[in-house]
């Protein structure tokens, strides 16, 4: 069965301190991996898609990485505006259903 | 370019009721997935819509149910609301839908079941 795991649950970084979030996976015959930011009370706003094992994405303090069993979001020097939910989801070739983790909820500390 | 619409934002109902929630996807966009967001469960597909066909269904009783117009808007209506109903509902359009097309979501609408 599809699945996909994130963590942790919560993570308290202090503004400046790096870290990462994981997600691990399992699907069969991924397609694309994509993670989202979500603010409290909207919706999930778009980050990266990866498709392929060794890919990597960046975006200003987030990157990307990708491999055959997990992906990681890692993010540099946090700032406050960091804080958020990170989801990730998988989508299998067949199907085209996305399978979501239940996130890492962030928070950055000035 | 306007993103993926949902209305309404915020509504209330009893138990028993039904309500129908609408979603206007981003223009040249033709799919449009359904997804309700609980604390506990995160994020459930519900369905999937593309040429005013559905094409995918998740595990969701029948109660749950939707529609896609020839404009590419599309509808969701669940018929005798239940308290574990009260959720947050997304909408998400893409291009084709198909295996590796990014999926864009709207702002939700929240539903309370009292």
């Known amino acids: 069965e599809d699945q996909v795991t994130q963590s942790p649950e919560a993570l308290r970084l202090q503004e400046g301190e790096s870290s990462s979030l994981n997600c691990s996976y399992t699907?069969?015959?991924?397609?694309?991996l994509f993670w989202y930011r979500q603010d409290p009370g909207k919706g999930p706003e778009f980050l990266f898609t990866?498709?392929?094992a060794g890919e990597e994405k960046e975006k200003e303090r987030l990157k990307a990485t990708l491999t055959k069993k997990e992906s990681f979001l890692h993010i540099t020097a946090p700032k406050p505006e960091d804080s958020a939910t990170y989801l990730c989801?998988?989508?299998?070739?067949?199907?085209?259903?996305?399978?979501f983790g239940t996130g890492t909820s962030l928070t950055v500390i000035p | 370019k306007a993103g993926v619409t949902q209305t309404p934002r915020y509504l209330i109902k009893t138990r028993g009721q039904q309500v129908t929630l609408s979603c206007s996807p981003i223009s040249g966009h033709r799919s449009v997935s359904w997804y309700q967001q609980t604390p506990g469960q995160g994020l459930q597909f519900l369905f999937e819509y593309f040429s005013e066909t559905q094409r995918n269904k998740g595990n969701f009783p029948g109660r749950f149910s939707g529609r896609q117009f020839s404009n590419s808007r599309s509808e969701m209506n669940v018929s005798t609301l239940e308290l574990g109903d009260s959720a947050l509902y997304l909408c998400?359009?893409?291009?084709?839908?198909?295996?590796?097309?990014?999926?864009?979501f709207g702002e939700g609408s929240w539903l309370t079941v009292v």
């Open positions: 699907v069969s015959g991924l397609r694309g």
């Open positions: 998400a359009s893409s291009v084709t839908g198909t295996a590796g097309n990014t999926i864009y």
């Open positions: 990866l498709y392929s």
């Open positions: 989801a998988v989508q299998a070739y067949t199907g085209n259903q996305f399978y």
